[in-house]
């Protein structure tokens, strides 16, 4: 059973370049969620997704920031604009169905570190 | 808005000694999950160990184990037998049973040193 895999692993863009991150969750999971870590700091919650559903939004999800989940399967995270105050690590989570087990626990992928300079 | 607090941010222990991590947090819910991470330095985070809030039984998993008293909305991790390996940020994470909100709410963390 694969993990959640993130891509790409690391980003360095210039302030004002537009990224956007990959998620692959652990396959069969339908929830979907993204955070983010900034140093020093445990992770705070961005959106998730149930399916296809964008279900959930933090208000750190400024309008610069979307997510999308076309098919229920992986995920994509663009950052528009970009700031220096974006710098930090994206951390994508998936959880399963009821059926399918606790569908309570997030299972993390090792993150995209992003830099913005 | 349910809030997690971890006041120790660093902790060390020797190298087969016991060591407790402290958590507390704040909510007005009844029914909630809490749950314990531990993020080795750049690597991914792991689940340590889950306790769901109605059941009284503190949950065990191998050398880690928790002290939950609802009451009090303290959620410590006790490690025994301390390892090498279980040096790393170690977050104490609080979800919702109720309302539909299924995001995790994460204490800073406590940096755990195990020196041999």
């Known amino acids: 059973d694969t993990g959640v895999s993130q891509d790409p692993r690391h980003k360095i863009t210039k302030r004002g370049q537009n990224v956007t991150f990959r998620c692959d969750p652990i396959?069969?999971?339908?929830?979907l969620y993204w955070y983010r870590q900034t140093l020093g700091q445990g992770p705070e919650f961005l959106t998730y997704?149930?399916?296809?559903?964008?279900?959930?939004k933090s208000r750190l999800l400024s309008d610069r920031f979307s997510a999308e989940r076309p098919k229920g399967s992986f995920s994509t995270l663009e950052i528009q604009r970009t700031e220096q105050g974006d710098s930090a690590m994206y951390l994508c989570?998936?959880?399963?169905?009821?059926?399918?087990?606790?569908?309570?626990?997030?299972?993390f992928g090792p993150g995209t570190r992003l830099t913005v300079l | 808005a349910q809030t997690v607090t971890q006041s120790q941010p660093e902790m060390s222990v020797q190298e087969a000694e016991t060591v407790t991590l402290s958590c507390t947090y704040d909510t007005s819910e009844s029914d909630y999950y809490l749950f314990w991470y531990k993020q080795p330095p750049s690597r991914q985070m792991i689940l340590v160990i889950r306790q769901e809030a109605y059941k009284q039984q503190n949950a065990t998993e191998n050398r880690f184990s928790v002290n939950f008293q609802k009451a009090a909305k303290s959620f410590s991790l006790k490690i025994s037998d301390s390892q090498l390996g279980d040096a790393a940020m170690y977050f104490c994470a609080y979800r919702s049973s109720q309302g539909g909100s299924e995001k995790l709410v994460f204490g800073k963390g406590t940096k755990l040193t195990v020196n041999p």
């Open positions: 989570a998936s959880s399963p169905p009821p059926t399918s087990g606790r569908t309570d626990t997030q299972y």
């Open positions: 396959s069969e999971h339908n929830r």
């Open positions: 997704f149930q399916n296809e559903a964008q279900l959930e």
